[in-house]
């Protein structure tokens, strides 16, 4: 048997299997994008969890110290499941793709990106000139027809 396929032997094929697993998949690759990728999604559940578990529904049935239980509980498999999905093998082979993306982007100096920051703005507030400008003369245009504003 060749080592690519010992190699794919061993990827489990359903994310309900990876998730009973503690190993890492590919552990040295995309490792940034990846982590990035599971705080993300550990801010968004676990600050979702704890507005379930202090709910008004929970925290009359259980008290206020069943609630902090059920806000743990769901807190630290929020985190596992997020964590197992950060290295199921699709999400992390897609991920290690974004990563190797983002290394190909030229990203532009401090310099001109402040440069090009000036102008979005200075844009940005010519407009909003142009915009009030057009809503005083219409707003005259419109009294001295007499029509209502």
Known sequence: MSTIAKQDAKVPSSFWSCLFQGGLYK???????????????????VLFFREVA????????????????????????????????ANFPRVADFLIAVESELNLVSWPSRSSLWKATGVVIFV????????????????????????RV
């Open 27 to 45: 552990p040295t690759q995309g490792r940034l994008v990846r982590q990035v990728f599971f705080a993300a999604l550990a801010v968004i559940s």
């Open 54 to 85: 202090f709910f008004s529904f929970f925290q009359t049935r259980l008290g206020l110290g069943g609630s902090w239980a059920l806000f743990g509980l769901l807190a630290l498999a929020s985190l596992w499941i997020c964590f197992r999905l």
């Open 124 to 147: 940005i507030l010519g407009l909003a000139f142009l915009l009030f400008a057009f809503d005083l003369v219409w707003t005259w245009v419109f009294q001295l027809l007499r029509i």
